[in-house]
């Protein structure tokens, strides 16, 4: 519990436990023989990365599967500086990129044709110096749709990063898991999310709500 963690802390315990986040979203292994993700998860952390990329200090994260509709939706916003028209205009271009540890652009024309692929779209809106809105759709019960994959190693790969916080909705049908590193941050006071016993409990917790959201939507 979050109040174990406190106590080690303040009783001045140390920690030894090491995390391990999730990697680079393009290594070879990440990507199948037609060149399409394996995991959706790796499409949405790069987008996270993206919106760190874009100075955002919050993120917005929602992730909706509604198997009776047939539709599986991922909505991520962040405050970053946002694009131009121009930019904005040649986001799908493979050979574009905002990012500055990249010289292209592959994450968001993938995760386009992914979603593509599966019956559905991926739209982008943008305001420069207020912020990007990304939505994808996908056929929920499509054959070609990559399973949702590592939640828990891409929301701490992100919430360890340590420059933005995160607020994350996840709905299957009537059920759902939510956070806010806002209100952690608040409970924690002067300890980072990156303290040892803190990332411990963050892949517990996040690893037990995920697992717990699915058992209970079966």
């Not at 962040?78 to 500055?100: E, H, K, S, W, Y």
């Not at 749709?145 to 790969?157: K, N, S």
């Not at 409990?201 to 959201?213: C, G, R, S, Y």
């Amino acid at each position: 519990m979050m109040s174990d963690v406190l106590r080690s802390e303040r009783r001045g315990r140390s920690a030894h436990h090491r995390l391990r986040c999730a990697c680079a979203p393009f290594c070879m292994s990440s990507v199948d023989e037609r060149g399409c993700m394996r995991e959706l998860s790796l499409h949405v952390l790069d987008a996270l990365e993206n919106s760190l990329e874009a100075g955002a200090t919050v993120i917005e994260l929602t992730i909706r599967e509604d198997t009776g509709a047939d539709r599986l939706s991922i909505t991520l916003g962040d405050n970053g500086r946002g694009m131009n028209a121009v930019q904005l205009d040649r986001i799908f271009n493979p050979f574009f990129t905002t990012r500055r540890t990249r010289h292209v652009g592959l994450g968001i024309p993938l995760f386009k044709a992914a979603a593509e692929r599966c019956n559905g779209n991926l739209t982008i809106t943008s305001q420069l110096g207020e912020g990007t809105t990304l939505r994808a759709h996908f056929q929920y019960s499509h054959i070609d749709r990559a399973p949702l994959g590592d939640t828990t190693g891409m929301l701490l790969a992100i919430i360890l990063a340590g420059s933005c916080d995160l607020h994350y909705i996840h709905r299957i049908d009537g059920e759902r898991f939510e956070f806010d590193t806002r209100e952690l941050r608040a409970e924690l006071g002067a300890i980072p999310l990156t303290h040892p016993e803190v990332r411990r409990w963050l892949q517990e917790f996040i690893a037990q709500a995920e697992d717990k959201l699915r058992r209970k939507s079966q």
